[in-house]
C-alpha cells in the first residue's frame, strides 16, 4: 500500500487497529482530521413469518401506546399484549411490527413464537441464516445461543422482537433444570421486545406491569374489518350490526364468520338466522377451520378450538379456576355476582382462582364491584366442551344444587340479592334434563316465591306449579317439602284470580296437615292461609270459623308473637267483611296496640 505525502519521521503509519469490524487507520503524529472515518451503522434486517396485513383495521390507540412507550418515551424495553384468544393480540404486534419496519429504518425486526421450544429454534435458525452468523452452519453450535449472543451485542444496532404466543410457563421459563425460551433472549440497551400472550401469570413474569390490554373491537371498527372481508353482494341485505353483536366484536370471530358465509355464498341475513337458530348451529359454525394467512400454519384457527388449548391450560394449572369456569357456564354471562359462586377457602384461593380465569381474558371484572362479565361466545363454548368432554350432567348437577342451597327465599331484606341471582337461576332451568330433580323443585320454589314478591304473579304461578309437580312425582303425600310447593301455589293461584284451583290445592294441604299436632306452625300456618282463601271466594262463615281457631290455638304464643298477631289481624278483616265492625274494632285495636 503506498500513500502520497511525507514519508519520514514522525509522519509514517504507525499502526492499523480493527474494533467491531471497523479498520481505523492511525498516524504517528500526523492524523488527517478533515475526514475522520466513522463507523457505518449497520444495515438493518428482518424476519417476520407474515405478510402485512391488508386487511388490519383499527386498534390505533393501542399501536400508539407501543409506539410511545417503546420507542419514543422509551418508558420501558419489555411489553406485553394481553387479551383473551381471537382478540388480535398477534394482528396488533404485527401491524406494530411493519410499522416499525416502514417507519424507523434504524431497526432491524425479527419475530419468534414461542408455542413450542421447538418453533423458538426453527425461527432462531432461519434469524441466525438472515444475519449470516458464521458459526450457525455448525451443528455442535445451538442456534438459540448464538443468536442471543449476536443480538446482545451493542455493534448490531436497534432491534424489535417479537414473541409470539408466550402462553406456557414450562416454554417460557423451563421444568426443573431444562432450559426456556427466556434463558435464550437478547439483553441490549438498543433492543426492545414485544410479547404477546393469554396468560397473566407468564406476563407478570416477564414485564411485571408493562402490559398492553387489547380489548375486543369497537362496533365501527368490527362493521368496518367484516365488510373488507365478504363480498358486497352478501351485506347489501343489512344486518351487519346484528352478527357484530352476535360475535360479540371479536376479531377471530368475525374472520371465521366471513370465511364461511364467502365459501358457501349465503349472506349475512342467511349466517345470522344460522347461529341463532340453535347453540348447536353456532358451535358447529365457531368450531369450523379455515384458513388465514395471517396466522400460523399448524395453528388451529377455528375460534372455538382456540379457547380449548386455554381451558385445558387452566385445568392442569389450577383445579379450582376450572371449577369456577365449569360453574359459570351454566349460569348467565353476564353480571355474575362473586357471592353466587361455590365459596373456595382460604380467601387467597378464591382470588387467585378468579385472578387466573381474568387473565387468560375469559372473565372481566366490573369497576368497583364484586360482579364478573363472560364473553358470550366463550360461555357456549365452555359449556359444549364440557358436553364433549362428558363432564355435562356431572357439573350441571352440581350447580343446581349449589344455586338451590345459596337462593334466597324471598323477603324484602334479601331483595336485592334474589334480584341479583334470578337471572342465573332462571337460565339455570331452562334445560328439559331429568338429572338433579329434587335441586331443580327447590330452586323452581324460590324463584315463585321471588317472583311473587315482585309481583310477577303469573310467572310465579308457572314456577310454583313445576316445583309442586316435580315433587309430587317423588315425594310422599305428606312430605314436608311436597306440601310446601303445594302451599306456595295455592298462594299463587289465590293472587292470580284462580280462587277454584286455590281451594282444591289448599283444602287437600290442610287434609294432610291435620295429622300434624295442633300446634304445629305447618299445619296453622296452611289453615291461616285456607282461611283467606275463602274469604276471597265469598265463603265469609268458613273463613271465620277456621280463623277464629288458628286464632285460639297461637293465643297459647307471646302476646307480641308475629304469628299471633297476624293472624288476629287477618281475623279482624274477616269480620269487617262479614259486618261484624265492634269484634273487628276491638281485636284490631288490641293488635294496633
Not at 402490559?211 to 374489518?225: I, P
Not at 366471513?258 to 348447536?280: G, P
Not at 334480584?419 to 330433580?437: E, G, Q, V
Not at 290442610?510 to 265469598?538: M, T
Request: hydrophobic residues 40%; negative net charge.
Amino acid at each position: 500500500m503506498n500513500f502520497h505525502g511525507p514519508t519520514q519521521g514522525h509522519n509514517a503509519i504507525a499502526g492499523i487497529q480493527t474494533t467491531g469490524g471497523i479498520t481505523n487507520l492511525y498516524f504517528d503524529g500526523c492524523k488527517d482530521t478533515r475526514n475522520p472515518i466513522t463507523p457505518a451503522r449497520p444495515t438493518p434486517t428482518y424476519y417476520l413469518p407474515f405478510s402485512k396485513n391488508r386487511r388490519f383495521v383499527g386498534r390505533h390507540d393501542e399501536l400508539q401506546e407501543l409506539q410511545q412507550k417503546l420507542l419514543v418515551d422509551k418508558e420501558c424495553q419489555k411489553i406485553a399484549i394481553v387479551g383473551l384468544g381471537g382478540i388480535g393480540k398477534t394482528q396488533v404486534a404485527l401491524e406494530f411490527a411493519q410499522s416499525v419496519k416502514r417507519e424507523r429504518a434504524a431497526y432491524s425486526v425479527f419475530w419468534v413464537p414461542a408455542v413450542s421450544l421447538e418453533s423458538f429454534e426453527q425461527a432462531c435458525t432461519e434469524i441466525a441464516r438472515i444475519l449470516q452468523i458464521p458459526q450457525a452452519a455448525n451443528d455442535k453450535q445451538d442456534v438459540k445461543v448464538l443468536v442471543k449472543r449476536h443480538l446482545s451485542d451493542q455493534s448490531v444496532g436497534k432491534w424489535l422482537l417479537i414473541v409470539d404466543n408466550a402462553d406456557d410457563m414450562g416454554v417460557m421459563f423451563g421444568v426443573g433444570s431444562s432450559s426456556g425460551v427466556v434463558d435464550f433472549l437478547p439483553e441490549n440497551d438498543d433492543g426492545v421486545m414485544v410479547f404477546t400472550s393469554r396468560r397473566g401469570e407468564v406476563v407478570e413474569s416477564l414485564v411485571g406491569n408493562d402490559v398492553l390490554e387489547v380489548g375486543k373491537m369497537s362496533t365501527d371498527e368490527a362493521v368496518t374489518f367484516l365488510s373488507s372481508l365478504v363480498r358486497k353482494s352478501q351485506t347489501e341485505d343489512g344486518p351487519i350490526k346484528q352478527l357484530i353483536a352476535d360475535l360479540d366484536c371479536l376479531p377471530l370471530a368475525i374472520a371465521q364468520a366471513a370465511a364461511y358465509i364467502n365459501t358457501n355464498k349465503i349472506t349475512v341475513s342467511k349466517y345470522l338466522d344460522l347461529i341463532r337458530n340453535t347453540d348447536a348451529n353456532l358451535i358447529a359454525v365457531m368450531s369450523r377451520e379455515f384458513r388465514d394467512s395471517t396466522r400460523y400454519k399448524m395453528s388451529s384457527n377455528a375460534i372455538a378450538t382456540t379457547w380449548v388449548v386455554s381451558f385445558k391450560q387452566i385445568m392442569q394449572e389450577n383445579a379450582d379456576s376450572a371449577n369456577l369456569l365449569s360453574f359459570i357456564s351454566y349460569i348467565e354471562w353476564k353480571s355474575v355476582p362473586l357471592s353466587l359462586l361455590p365459596v373456595i377457602q382460604p380467601e387467597a384461593r378464591m382470588t387467585n382462582a378468579i385472578g387466573t380465569i381474568c387473565s387468560y381474558g375469559f372473565l372481566t371484572q366490573r369497576e368497583g364491584e364484586d360482579v364478573y362479565d363472560m364473553h358470550r361466545l366463550v360461555h357456549l363454548a365452555i359449556r359444549i366442551w364440557l358436553a364433549r368432554e362428558n363432564h355435562e350432567i356431572r357439573v350441571r348437577e352440581a350447580v343446581t344444587k349449589h344455586v338451590a342451597d345459596v337462593f334466597p327465599f324471598g323477603g324484602y331484606e334479601s331483595r336485592k340479592l334474589w334480584r341479583a341471582y334470578l337471572p342465573h337461576a332462571l337460565r339455570l332451568m331452562r334445560s328439559n334434563n331429568k338429572d338433579a330433580i329434587e335441586a331443580k323443585a327447590k330452586l323452581a320454589l324460590m324463584i315463585g316465591q321471588c317472583l311473587y314478591e315482585d309481583g310477577r304473579i303469573n310467572e310465579a304461578v308457572i314456577w310454583l306449579k313445576q316445583s309442586a309437580q316435580w315433587r309430587e312425582g317423588g315425594l310422599t303425600e305428606d312430605n314436608h317439602d311436597r306440601l310446601l310447593s303445594q302451599h306456595q301455589l295455592a298462594g299463587a293461584y289465590k293472587a292470580n284470580g284462580q280462587i277454584e284451583e286455590a281451594i282444591k290445592l289448599m283444602e287437600h294441604v290442610v287434609a294432610v296437615r291435620e295429622k300434624l299436632a295442633e300446634d304445629h306452625p305447618s299445619r296453622l300456618a296452611s289453615q291461616h292461609q285456607l282461611a283467606g282463601i275463602y274469604q276471597a271466594n265469598g265463603q265469609i262463615e268458613e273463613a271465620i270459623k277456621l280463623m277464629e281457631h288458628v286464632v285460639a290455638v297461637r293465643e297459647k304464643l307471646a302476646e307480641d308473637h308475629p304469628s299471633r298477631l297476624t293472624s288476629q289481624h287477618q281475623l279482624a278483616g274477616i269480620y269487617q267483611a262479614n259486618g261484624q265492625i265492634e269484634e273487628a274494632i276491638k281485636l284490631m285495636e288490641h293488635v294496633v296496640t
